[in-house]
């Protein structure tokens, strides 16, 4: 899709006249990790999922999005190891050189989780267009 990026809001006026403008309401319950997730994965999972639940940001309805940034997380740590252990550039039997598939792949990688630092309000920018009003994030002692 060309343009901007379609914005589903509401909006409340409150007593001073003032557009406040919010998300629809995120539902309460924390996301479960998937299990199908890489070690590495679940480890961005867990330090990434519930904080971003207790802002009141992601929600059940998140996981999918929140797990396949997690997954190609994973995987760009995954590749980056393996750069590290392999040379950048190949020397082929026929004599060219060509890139390491490792390098593609961390790139390929890099570019999933710049679209899903967006979507989730992972990245300064895209922070500072997330509002959410404190009614509708989850209480403290709502945590499970």
């Given at each position: 899709m060309r343009g901007r990026k379609p914005r589903l809001n509401l909006r409340l006026i409150s007593a001073s006249d003032e557009v406040v403008r919010m998300g629809p309401p995120a539902a309460h319950s924390l996301p479960?990790?998937?299990a199908h997730l890489s070690p590495t994965a679940k480890a961005e999972w867990?330090?990434?999922a519930r904080e971003l639940h207790r802002l009141g940001i992601v929600s059940q309805l998140d996981r999918a999005a929140l797990a396949a940034y997690?997954?190609?997380y994973g995987r760009?740590?995954?590749a980056e190891r393996m750069l590290k252990e392999t040379p950048p550039l190949i020397k082929l039997p026929s004599g060219y050189i060509q890139p390491?598939?490792?390098l593609g792949i961390s790139n390929n990688q890099l570019e999933l989780m710049h679209r899903f630092l967006g979507e989730l309000g992972l990245?300064?920018?895209s922070r500072s267009r997330v509002h959410v009003l404190p009614s509708l994030a989850p209480k403290p002692w709502d945590d499970d």
């Open positions: 479960t990790c998937p867990k330090r990434l997690c997954q190609a760009w740590v995954e390491s598939p490792w990245s300064p920018v």
